[in-house]
């Protein structure tokens, strides 16, 4: 495991064309209760995109985007000066944005393995963070990234959406309330047809794309398409598999459940099984396409479910959810609404799905200083879920796990997958 200050980052980083002084910590400056709330973008491709014009749209500027990519500053820029009225400067590498003081708070949508590098050197910079989900890559990252914005006072809110939404809200307090008996098992799903990726063979970088800033942390490879926009997600080196694309969403729900029953310090489980394949399509995708992962903790069961090849018989009825079964009733909650089937056969009239906006309470925490609704704490313990489940994938048997340490007792082979190596000079900043 190797791991750098903030210093010796940018120090040793003297290959890009635009640094972040190394001798400067900025802090944001403070921001009134009605003021705009001044925002630079890290990764504009999908979700970054999605995140910035939900933040415009909520009364925020964007003043500075940053990506690799020159076609995609191009086209997201576009849509970003019209949703504004205002063009954002554009930079290639993200170090450049983080000692402007006008600049109270960053978006991290980059893919997973860059996550923790930029939140962490964001808080130290005195910016607060939107970081998309899964929040890291290893269990340290996740761990390192929350003492940092706790270090620094820094406002993290983590991509895991649906804490915001009030119909899930709702569906969580109806859990908590014990309405539904002893609860025994929570069930997450997720049923999709992911299509082939084939196998095309290495490639030239595009014209416009700085490759080796992509690449960052993770091992130097040739360019593939197939490892470059979107893909990533399906290879080791960059993602977390489906758990932490798709997964991290349902778990996450069934965690609040959890925490709100037996509180946030009892929310990891103790021991986990993955059961998993590659089995509907022979494309260059590393990441399971079918598994169940069994995570049991002292008094329930939770267990994922993975189909990424069928979705015409979903589970219960619902392409993806999460079920609360208790002893005197079963919760069902998804995107679309919640309901409560009783065990005399009644079913409750579905609460439909309400709205509620995760970038205003974003903004909403960056000026009041209040904690948001996935502070980086929750996100970093739903993140954990998937990172178990991956460890049971790559290690091929059952862990068990110390929720209060966080380690795998009397088991050095599992506990080597806690952190990971960073190729130089892109490497974990600690302080």
Same mark, same amino acid.
Request: glycine content about 8%; proline content about 5%.
């Given at each position: 495991?190797?791991?750098?200050?903030?210093?010796?980052?940018?120090?040793?980083?003297?290959?890009?064309?635009?640094?972040?002084?190394?001798?400067?910590?900025?802090?944001?400056?403070?921001?009134?209760?009605?003021?705009?709330?001044?925002?630079?973008?890290?990764?504009?491709?999908?979700?970054?995109?999605?995140?910035?014009?939900?933040?415009?749209?909520?009364?925020?500027?964007?003043?500075?985007?940053?990506?690799?990519?020159?076609?995609?500053?191009?086209?997201?820029?576009?849509?970003?000066?019209?949703?504004?009225?205002?063009?954002?400067?554009?930079?290639?590498?993200?170090?450049?944005?983080?000692?402007?003081?006008?600049?109270?708070?960053?978006?991290?949508?980059?893919?997973?393995?860059?996550?923790?590098?930029?939140?962490?050197?964001?808080?130290?910079?005195?910016?607060?963070?939107?970081?998309?989900?899964?929040?890291?890559?290893?269990?340290?990252?996740?761990?390192?990234?929350?003492?940092?914005?706790?270090?620094?006072?820094?406002?993290?809110?983590?991509?895991?959406?649906?804490?915001?939404?009030?119909?899930?809200?709702?569906?969580?307090?109806?859990?908590?309330?014990?309405?539904?008996?002893?609860?025994?098992?929570?069930?997450?799903?997720?049923?999709?047809?992911?299509?082939?990726?084939? =196998?095309?063979?290495?490639?030239?970088?595009?014209?416009?794309? %700085?490759?080796?800033? &992509? !690449?960052?942390? *993770?091992? #130097?490879? +040739?360019?593939?398409?197939?490892?470059?926009?979107?893909?990533?997600?399906?290879?080791?080196?960059?993602?977390?598999?489906?758990?932490?694309?798709?997964?991290?969403?349902?778990?996450?729900?069934?965690?609040?459940?959890?925490?709100?029953?037996?509180?946030? =310090?009892?929310?990891?489980?103790?021991?986990?099984?993955?059961? %998993?394949?590659?089995? &509907? !399509?022979?494309? *260059?995708? #590393?990441? +399971?396409?079918?598994?169940?992962?069994?995570?049991?903790?002292?008094?329930?069961?939770?267990?994922?479910?993975?189909?990424?090849?069928?979705?015409?018989?979903?589970?219960?009825?619902?392409?993806?959810?999460?079920?609360?079964?208790?002893?005197?009733?079963?919760?069902?909650?998804?995107?679309?609404?919640?309901?409560?089937?009783?065990?005399?056969?009644?079913?409750?009239?579905?609460?439909?799905?309400?709205?509620?906006?995760?970038?205003?309470?974003?903004?909403?925490?960056?000026?009041?200083?209040?904690?948001?609704?996935?502070?980086?704490?929750?996100?970093?313990?739903?993140?954990?879920?998937?990172?178990?489940?991956?460890?049971?994938?790559?290690?091929?048997?059952?862990?068990?796990?110390?929720?209060?340490?966080?380690?795998?007792?009397?088991?050095?082979?599992?506990?080597?997958?806690?952190?990971?190596?960073?190729?130089?000079?892109?490497?974990?900043?600690?302080?």
């Amino acid at each position: 495991m190797i791991t750098e200050t903030r210093r010796n980052f940018i120090k040793k980083a003297a290959m890009s064309s635009v640094l972040v002084p190394s001798t400067v910590r900025s802090t944001a400056a403070s921001i009134g209760a009605n003021e705009q709330v001044i925002v630079g973008l890290i990764g504009g491709r999908n979700r970054g995109r999605d995140v910035a014009l939900s933040c415009i749209k909520e009364g925020a500027a964007i003043k500075t985007f940053c990506d690799i990519d020159e076609e995609i500053q191009n086209k997201v820029g576009a849509e970003l000066s019209e949703a504004q009225g205002k063009s954002p400067t554009y930079v290639q590498d993200f170090r450049s944005m983080l000692d402007d003081p006008e600049i109270d708070a960053v978006i991290v949508a980059t893919p997973d393995h860059w996550h923790s590098i930029q939140t962490i050197l964001a808080c130290q910079a005195g910016k607060d963070v939107y970081v998309e989900k899964p929040l890291s890559q290893t269990i340290e990252e996740g761990q390192l990234m929350r003492d940092v914005a706790r270090n620094e006072g820094r406002i993290v809110q983590v991509g895991t959406q649906r804490r915001s939404g009030e119909h899930f809200r709702s569906a969580i307090e109806y859990v908590a309330s014990g309405r539904l008996g002893k609860l025994c098992l929570i069930k997450t799903w997720m049923c999709q047809v992911r299509k082939s990726i084939g =196998n095309p063979p290495d490639g030239q970088v595009p014209a416009g794309v %700085d490759y080796d800033l &992509w !690449l960052g942390p *993770a091992p #130097e490879r +040739p360019f593939n398409q197939n490892r470059f926009h979107y893909n990533w997600r399906f290879f080791w080196d960059y993602g977390n598999s489906e758990l932490g694309n798709q997964g991290i969403h349902l778990l996450d729900i069934a965690m609040w459940g959890i925490q709100k029953l037996y509180g946030v =310090n009892r929310s990891l489980p103790e021991r986990i099984s993955s059961t %998993d394949g590659i089995y &509907w !399509l022979n494309d *260059a995708k #590393e990441v +399971p396409d079918t598994q169940t992962v069994t995570y049991r903790y002292s008094d329930l069961m939770l267990v994922w479910e993975l189909h990424s090849f069928q979705r015409h018989f979903p589970i219960a009825g619902r392409s993806s959810g999460t079920i609360f079964y208790g002893t005197e009733a079963t919760l069902i909650v998804d995107h679309r609404g919640w309901e409560v089937h009783w065990k005399d056969g009644k079913v409750e009239p579905e609460v439909k799905a309400t709205g509620g906006s995760h970038a205003l309470d974003f903004l909403e925490s960056v000026r009041s200083r209040k904690e948001p609704n996935a502070d980086i704490e929750i996100g970093r313990l739903s993140t954990t879920l998937c990172h178990l489940g991956n460890m049971s994938h790559h290690l091929g048997r059952d862990l068990s796990f110390e929720p209060q340490t966080e380690t795998f007792p009397r088991d050095a082979e599992a506990n080597t997958l806690l952190k990971k190596d960073y190729r130089s000079p892109y490497l974990l900043p600690r302080g």
